[in-house]
């Protein structure tokens, strides 16, 4: 027999018409109301803009079976999937051992938040979004609304909110991401054979299983606000991350609501937020714009974010991953930066709450990278084309199925206008085997670029290099020395342009 003596009690039953009208006083109040003509006014954060760049974590439950990915429990509800077999032959009939029997061993006993943040920070993340609810209906946050919480089983600690009073002493800015919206229909595969979905002890967890044809009900769209509502109050993030399926039309006047509250919220508190989406959730301008796994062709008007893993074969840990190499993601990052966008980068951590080796050594170089080369990316401006080379990255999402290398002739365009100067910046991720490289871009043929060049210099290196400027591009000579293993930035300083005196200066001046 399984033991099932840490199977917390049901809470209490509760009407949510006192939590309902608390959430329409805050809307209210204002200075937002729940339309999207209000919404539109909306700015996105300043610190957004400028941070660049920040992790994302994926753990929870699906961590322990640490088979297939982030979706395991869906799929092992599912015939015909592996890992539907793959979990009858290891532990059992669905009916015997089910999804739920995985909490008590994510235990997260090597859990050390502070170490976590510490890492973090030494790989140049401004933010850190931790998944707080997944598809699977497992908070990792304190929650009075489900027994299905962290605090109450497994780990028995709030180790979504210990990770972000870390964060918020190491300097970052603490989000949080929902994907509560999915577990409408996510386990209902489990519906369909002998499986503890079935029994009714179980329902507040893998219910309501519906079919993913039909709409949620209002119960679960006011469920779905209020668990919101409830970590926006409790743990006040500076930034919403939400995942797909909340487009669906009968969560747009809940979308309206939430926005309006939480911005609301975030003025009382006297900070700028941020909401983030997929497809077309939000009306354009009510918040930002997320491509998951994905990319923009050019230069976007307005900032827009990618997230996506060290992995491409999954959002969580699991023994077998594929992992990207640490030139794809550098170039990953330059990309979107160039484009003026933020990479959210994702890695999945163990269920006793250790960190994979490779994934840390992987943000550990990134680290070292933005530490030499950071100032060609945090704070930057967009140029007036994103860079140049042989690489064509496509526009879309879930396009980082194979691998995406830059070569020594590709770099990515950043710029920054300051009391110092307008500065142009040239980065790569890769060393040529010449002595020389030449920014095409810069030519005076092309005439992209009337200003008068002054000088060049590379991050990390102290003094000016050698350089030419012709009709062919900006002819750089590389310094024997390398600051930095995966390539290089360039900084491009130009002419100081005295502004034009005004007419009446000169004609008013006495004789």
Not at 42 to 54: N, Q, S
Not at 443 to 449: A, D, F, K, P, V
Request: proline share 6%; glycine share 8%; net charge negative.
């Amino acid at each position: 027999m399984i033991d099932r003596s840490w199977i917390p009690p049901r809470v209490s039953p509760r009407s949510d018409s006192a939590d309902l009208a608390a959430v329409e006083a805050v809307i209210e109040a204002g200075p937002f109301t729940d339309t999207w003509e209000s919404l539109e006014t909306y700015r996105p954060a300043r610190w957004f803009g400028e941070a660049k760049f920040g992790i994302f974590l994926h753990w929870g439950i699906y961590s322990v079976p640490a088979f297939s990915g982030e979706w395991y429990s869906r799929e092992m509800y599912r015939s015909g999937t592996k890992a539907f077999d793959h979990h009858r032959t290891t532990y059992g009939p669905q009916s015997e051992f089910g999804y739920k029997d995985f909490i008590p061993h994510f235990t997260m006993e090597d859990y050390d938040p502070d170490g976590w943040a510490a890492l973090f920070r030494r790989a140049g993340a401004q933010y850190v979004v931790p998944v707080a609810e997944h598809h699977d209906g497992y908070a990792l946050y304190r929650s009075d609304r489900t027994r299905w919480d962290a605090t109450k089983a497994g780990p028995k600690r709030d180790v979504f909110g210990d990770l972000g009073v870390s964060v918020v002493d190491q300097s970052m800015v603490f989000g949080a991401s929902s994907h509560r919206a999915e577990h409408w229909f996510f386990m209902n595969g489990g519906m369909k054979f002998d499986s503890d979905v079935r029994d009714p002890e179980f329902s507040d967890f893998y219910g309501p299983a519906q079919r993913e044809e039909t709409s949620p009900s209002k119960a679960y769209l006011d469920d779905w606000l209020l668990r919101t509502v409830e970590i926006i109050d409790r743990y006040q993030p500076e930034m919403l991350f939400f995942d797909w399926w909340i487009e669906k039309p009968a969560f747009q006047p809940y979308l309206r609501r939430l926005a309006a509250y939480y911005y609301n919220r975030a003025a009382e508190w006297g900070r700028e937020v941020v909401i983030t989406y997929k497809w077309g959730a939000f009306a354009e301008g009510s918040a930002v714009y997320d491509i998951e796994r994905g990319a923009v062709k050019t230069v976007q008007p307005f900032v827009w974010q990618n997230d996506t893993s060290v992995s491409r074969t999954s959002w969580c840990w699991t023994a077998d991953h594929e992992y990207k190499s640490i030139p794809e993601l550098l170039g990953e990052l330059l990309d979107v930066v160039s484009k003026n966008g933020n990479l959210l980068l994702n890695i999945g951590p163990k269920p006793d709450g250790t960190i994979a080796g490779p994934e840390v050594r992987m943000l550990e170089a990134i680290g070292s990278w933005l530490s030499v080369n950071g100032e060609a990316i945090y704070g930057t401006v967009p140029y007036v084309i994103p860079g140049e080379g042989p690489l064509q990255v496509e526009g879309g999402s879930f396009i980082d199925g194979a691998p995406s290398l830059f070569s020594a002739d590709d770099f990515r365009f950043t710029a920054r206008h300051d009391v110092t100067g307008s500065h142009l910046y040239a980065s790569t991720v890769t060393w040529p085997d010449a002595d020389e490289i030449v920014i095409t871009a810069l030519g005076t043929r092309l005439q992209l670029e009337p200003r008068t060049v002054a000088d060049v210099q590379m991050l990390g290196v102290k003094g000016s290099l050698d350089w030419r400027r012709d009709l062919d591009g900006l002819v750089v000579t590389l310094p024997t020395t390398r600051p930095q293993e995966y390539g290089y930035a360039l900084k491009i300083f130009f002419e100081q342009e005295s502004a034009p005196r005004r007419p009446w200066v000169t004609a008013w001046a006495p004789e």
